[in-house]
């Protein structure tokens, strides 16, 4: 089992391109514990009043509201193809590696399909995967346009 990381010594929030983000300082080795998810356990039933968008749904009856800076893993964002995972041990919410991640690398895991559907599809996806994507699909578009002005 690998050594537990420091989530303040080893890592860092900092800018990234859907905001701020949480990056790795320190090589982190998969499977290896990153950091926890804290915060005001809340009946899940009460969080319709709160606003904020750090609730993260333990199980039908228990919520985390994470909403607080010093809960370090809200800054952990949404990736198609992440880095890490979230695993519940009793109702403690942990983050785990499920690729080597690099220095300077920033912390993602999927959100999940319920909440990508409905709070990121429509404002489209802001991952590196999903970013690639894009600018492939830009370039096959403006290769298409070349090519129909040469036939035309």
Same mark, same amino acid.
């Given at each position: 089992?690998?050594?537990?990381?420091? =989530?303040?010594?080893?890592?860092?929030? &900092?800018?990234?391109?859907?905001?701020? /983000?949480?990056?790795?300082?320190?090589?982190?080795?998969? /499977?290896?514990?990153?950091?926890?998810?804290? &915060?005001?356990?809340?009946?899940?039933? +009460?969080?319709?009043?709160? +606003?904020?968008?750090?609730?993260?749904?333990?199980?039908?009856?228990?919520?985390?509201?994470?909403?607080? !800076?010093?809960?370090?893993?809200?800054?952990?964002?949404?990736?198609?193809?992440?880095?890490?995972?979230?695993?519940?041990?009793?109702?403690?919410?942990?983050?785990?590696?499920?690729?080597?991640?690099? =220095? &300077? +690398?920033?912390?993602?895991?999927?959100?999940?399909?319920?909440?990508?559907?409905?709070?990121?599809?429509?404002?489209?996806?802001? %991952?590196?995967? %999903?970013?690639?994507?894009?600018?492939?699909? !830009?370039?096959?578009? !403006?290769? !298409?346009?070349?090519?129909?002005?040469?036939? &035309?």
């Amino acid at each position: 089992m690998p050594a537990r990381l420091s =989530p303040s010594r080893h890592l860092r929030v &900092g800018r990234s391109k859907s905001g701020l /983000g949480l990056f790795a300082r320190a090589p982190i080795k998969k /499977g290896q514990f990153i950091i926890r998810y804290r &915060g005001k356990k809340i009946r899940t039933e +009460d969080t319709e009043e709160l +606003d904020t968008r750090y609730l993260f749904e333990i199980n039908n009856r228990w919520t985390i509201d994470g909403s607080s !800076r010093s809960n370090r893993a809200r800054y952990i964002n949404h990736a198609c193809r992440p880095n890490a995972e979230v695993y519940f041990v009793k109702h403690v919410i942990k983050i785990r590696a499920i690729k080597n991640i690099k =220095p &300077g +690398d920033e912390i993602t895991y999927h959100y999940g399909r319920n909440y990508f559907d409905a709070f990121i599809r429509d404002v489209g996806c802001k %991952c590196k995967a %999903c970013a690639r994507k894009r600018a492939k699909l !830009r370039a096959l578009k !403006r290769k !298409r346009k070349r090519r129909t002005r040469r036939a &035309g």
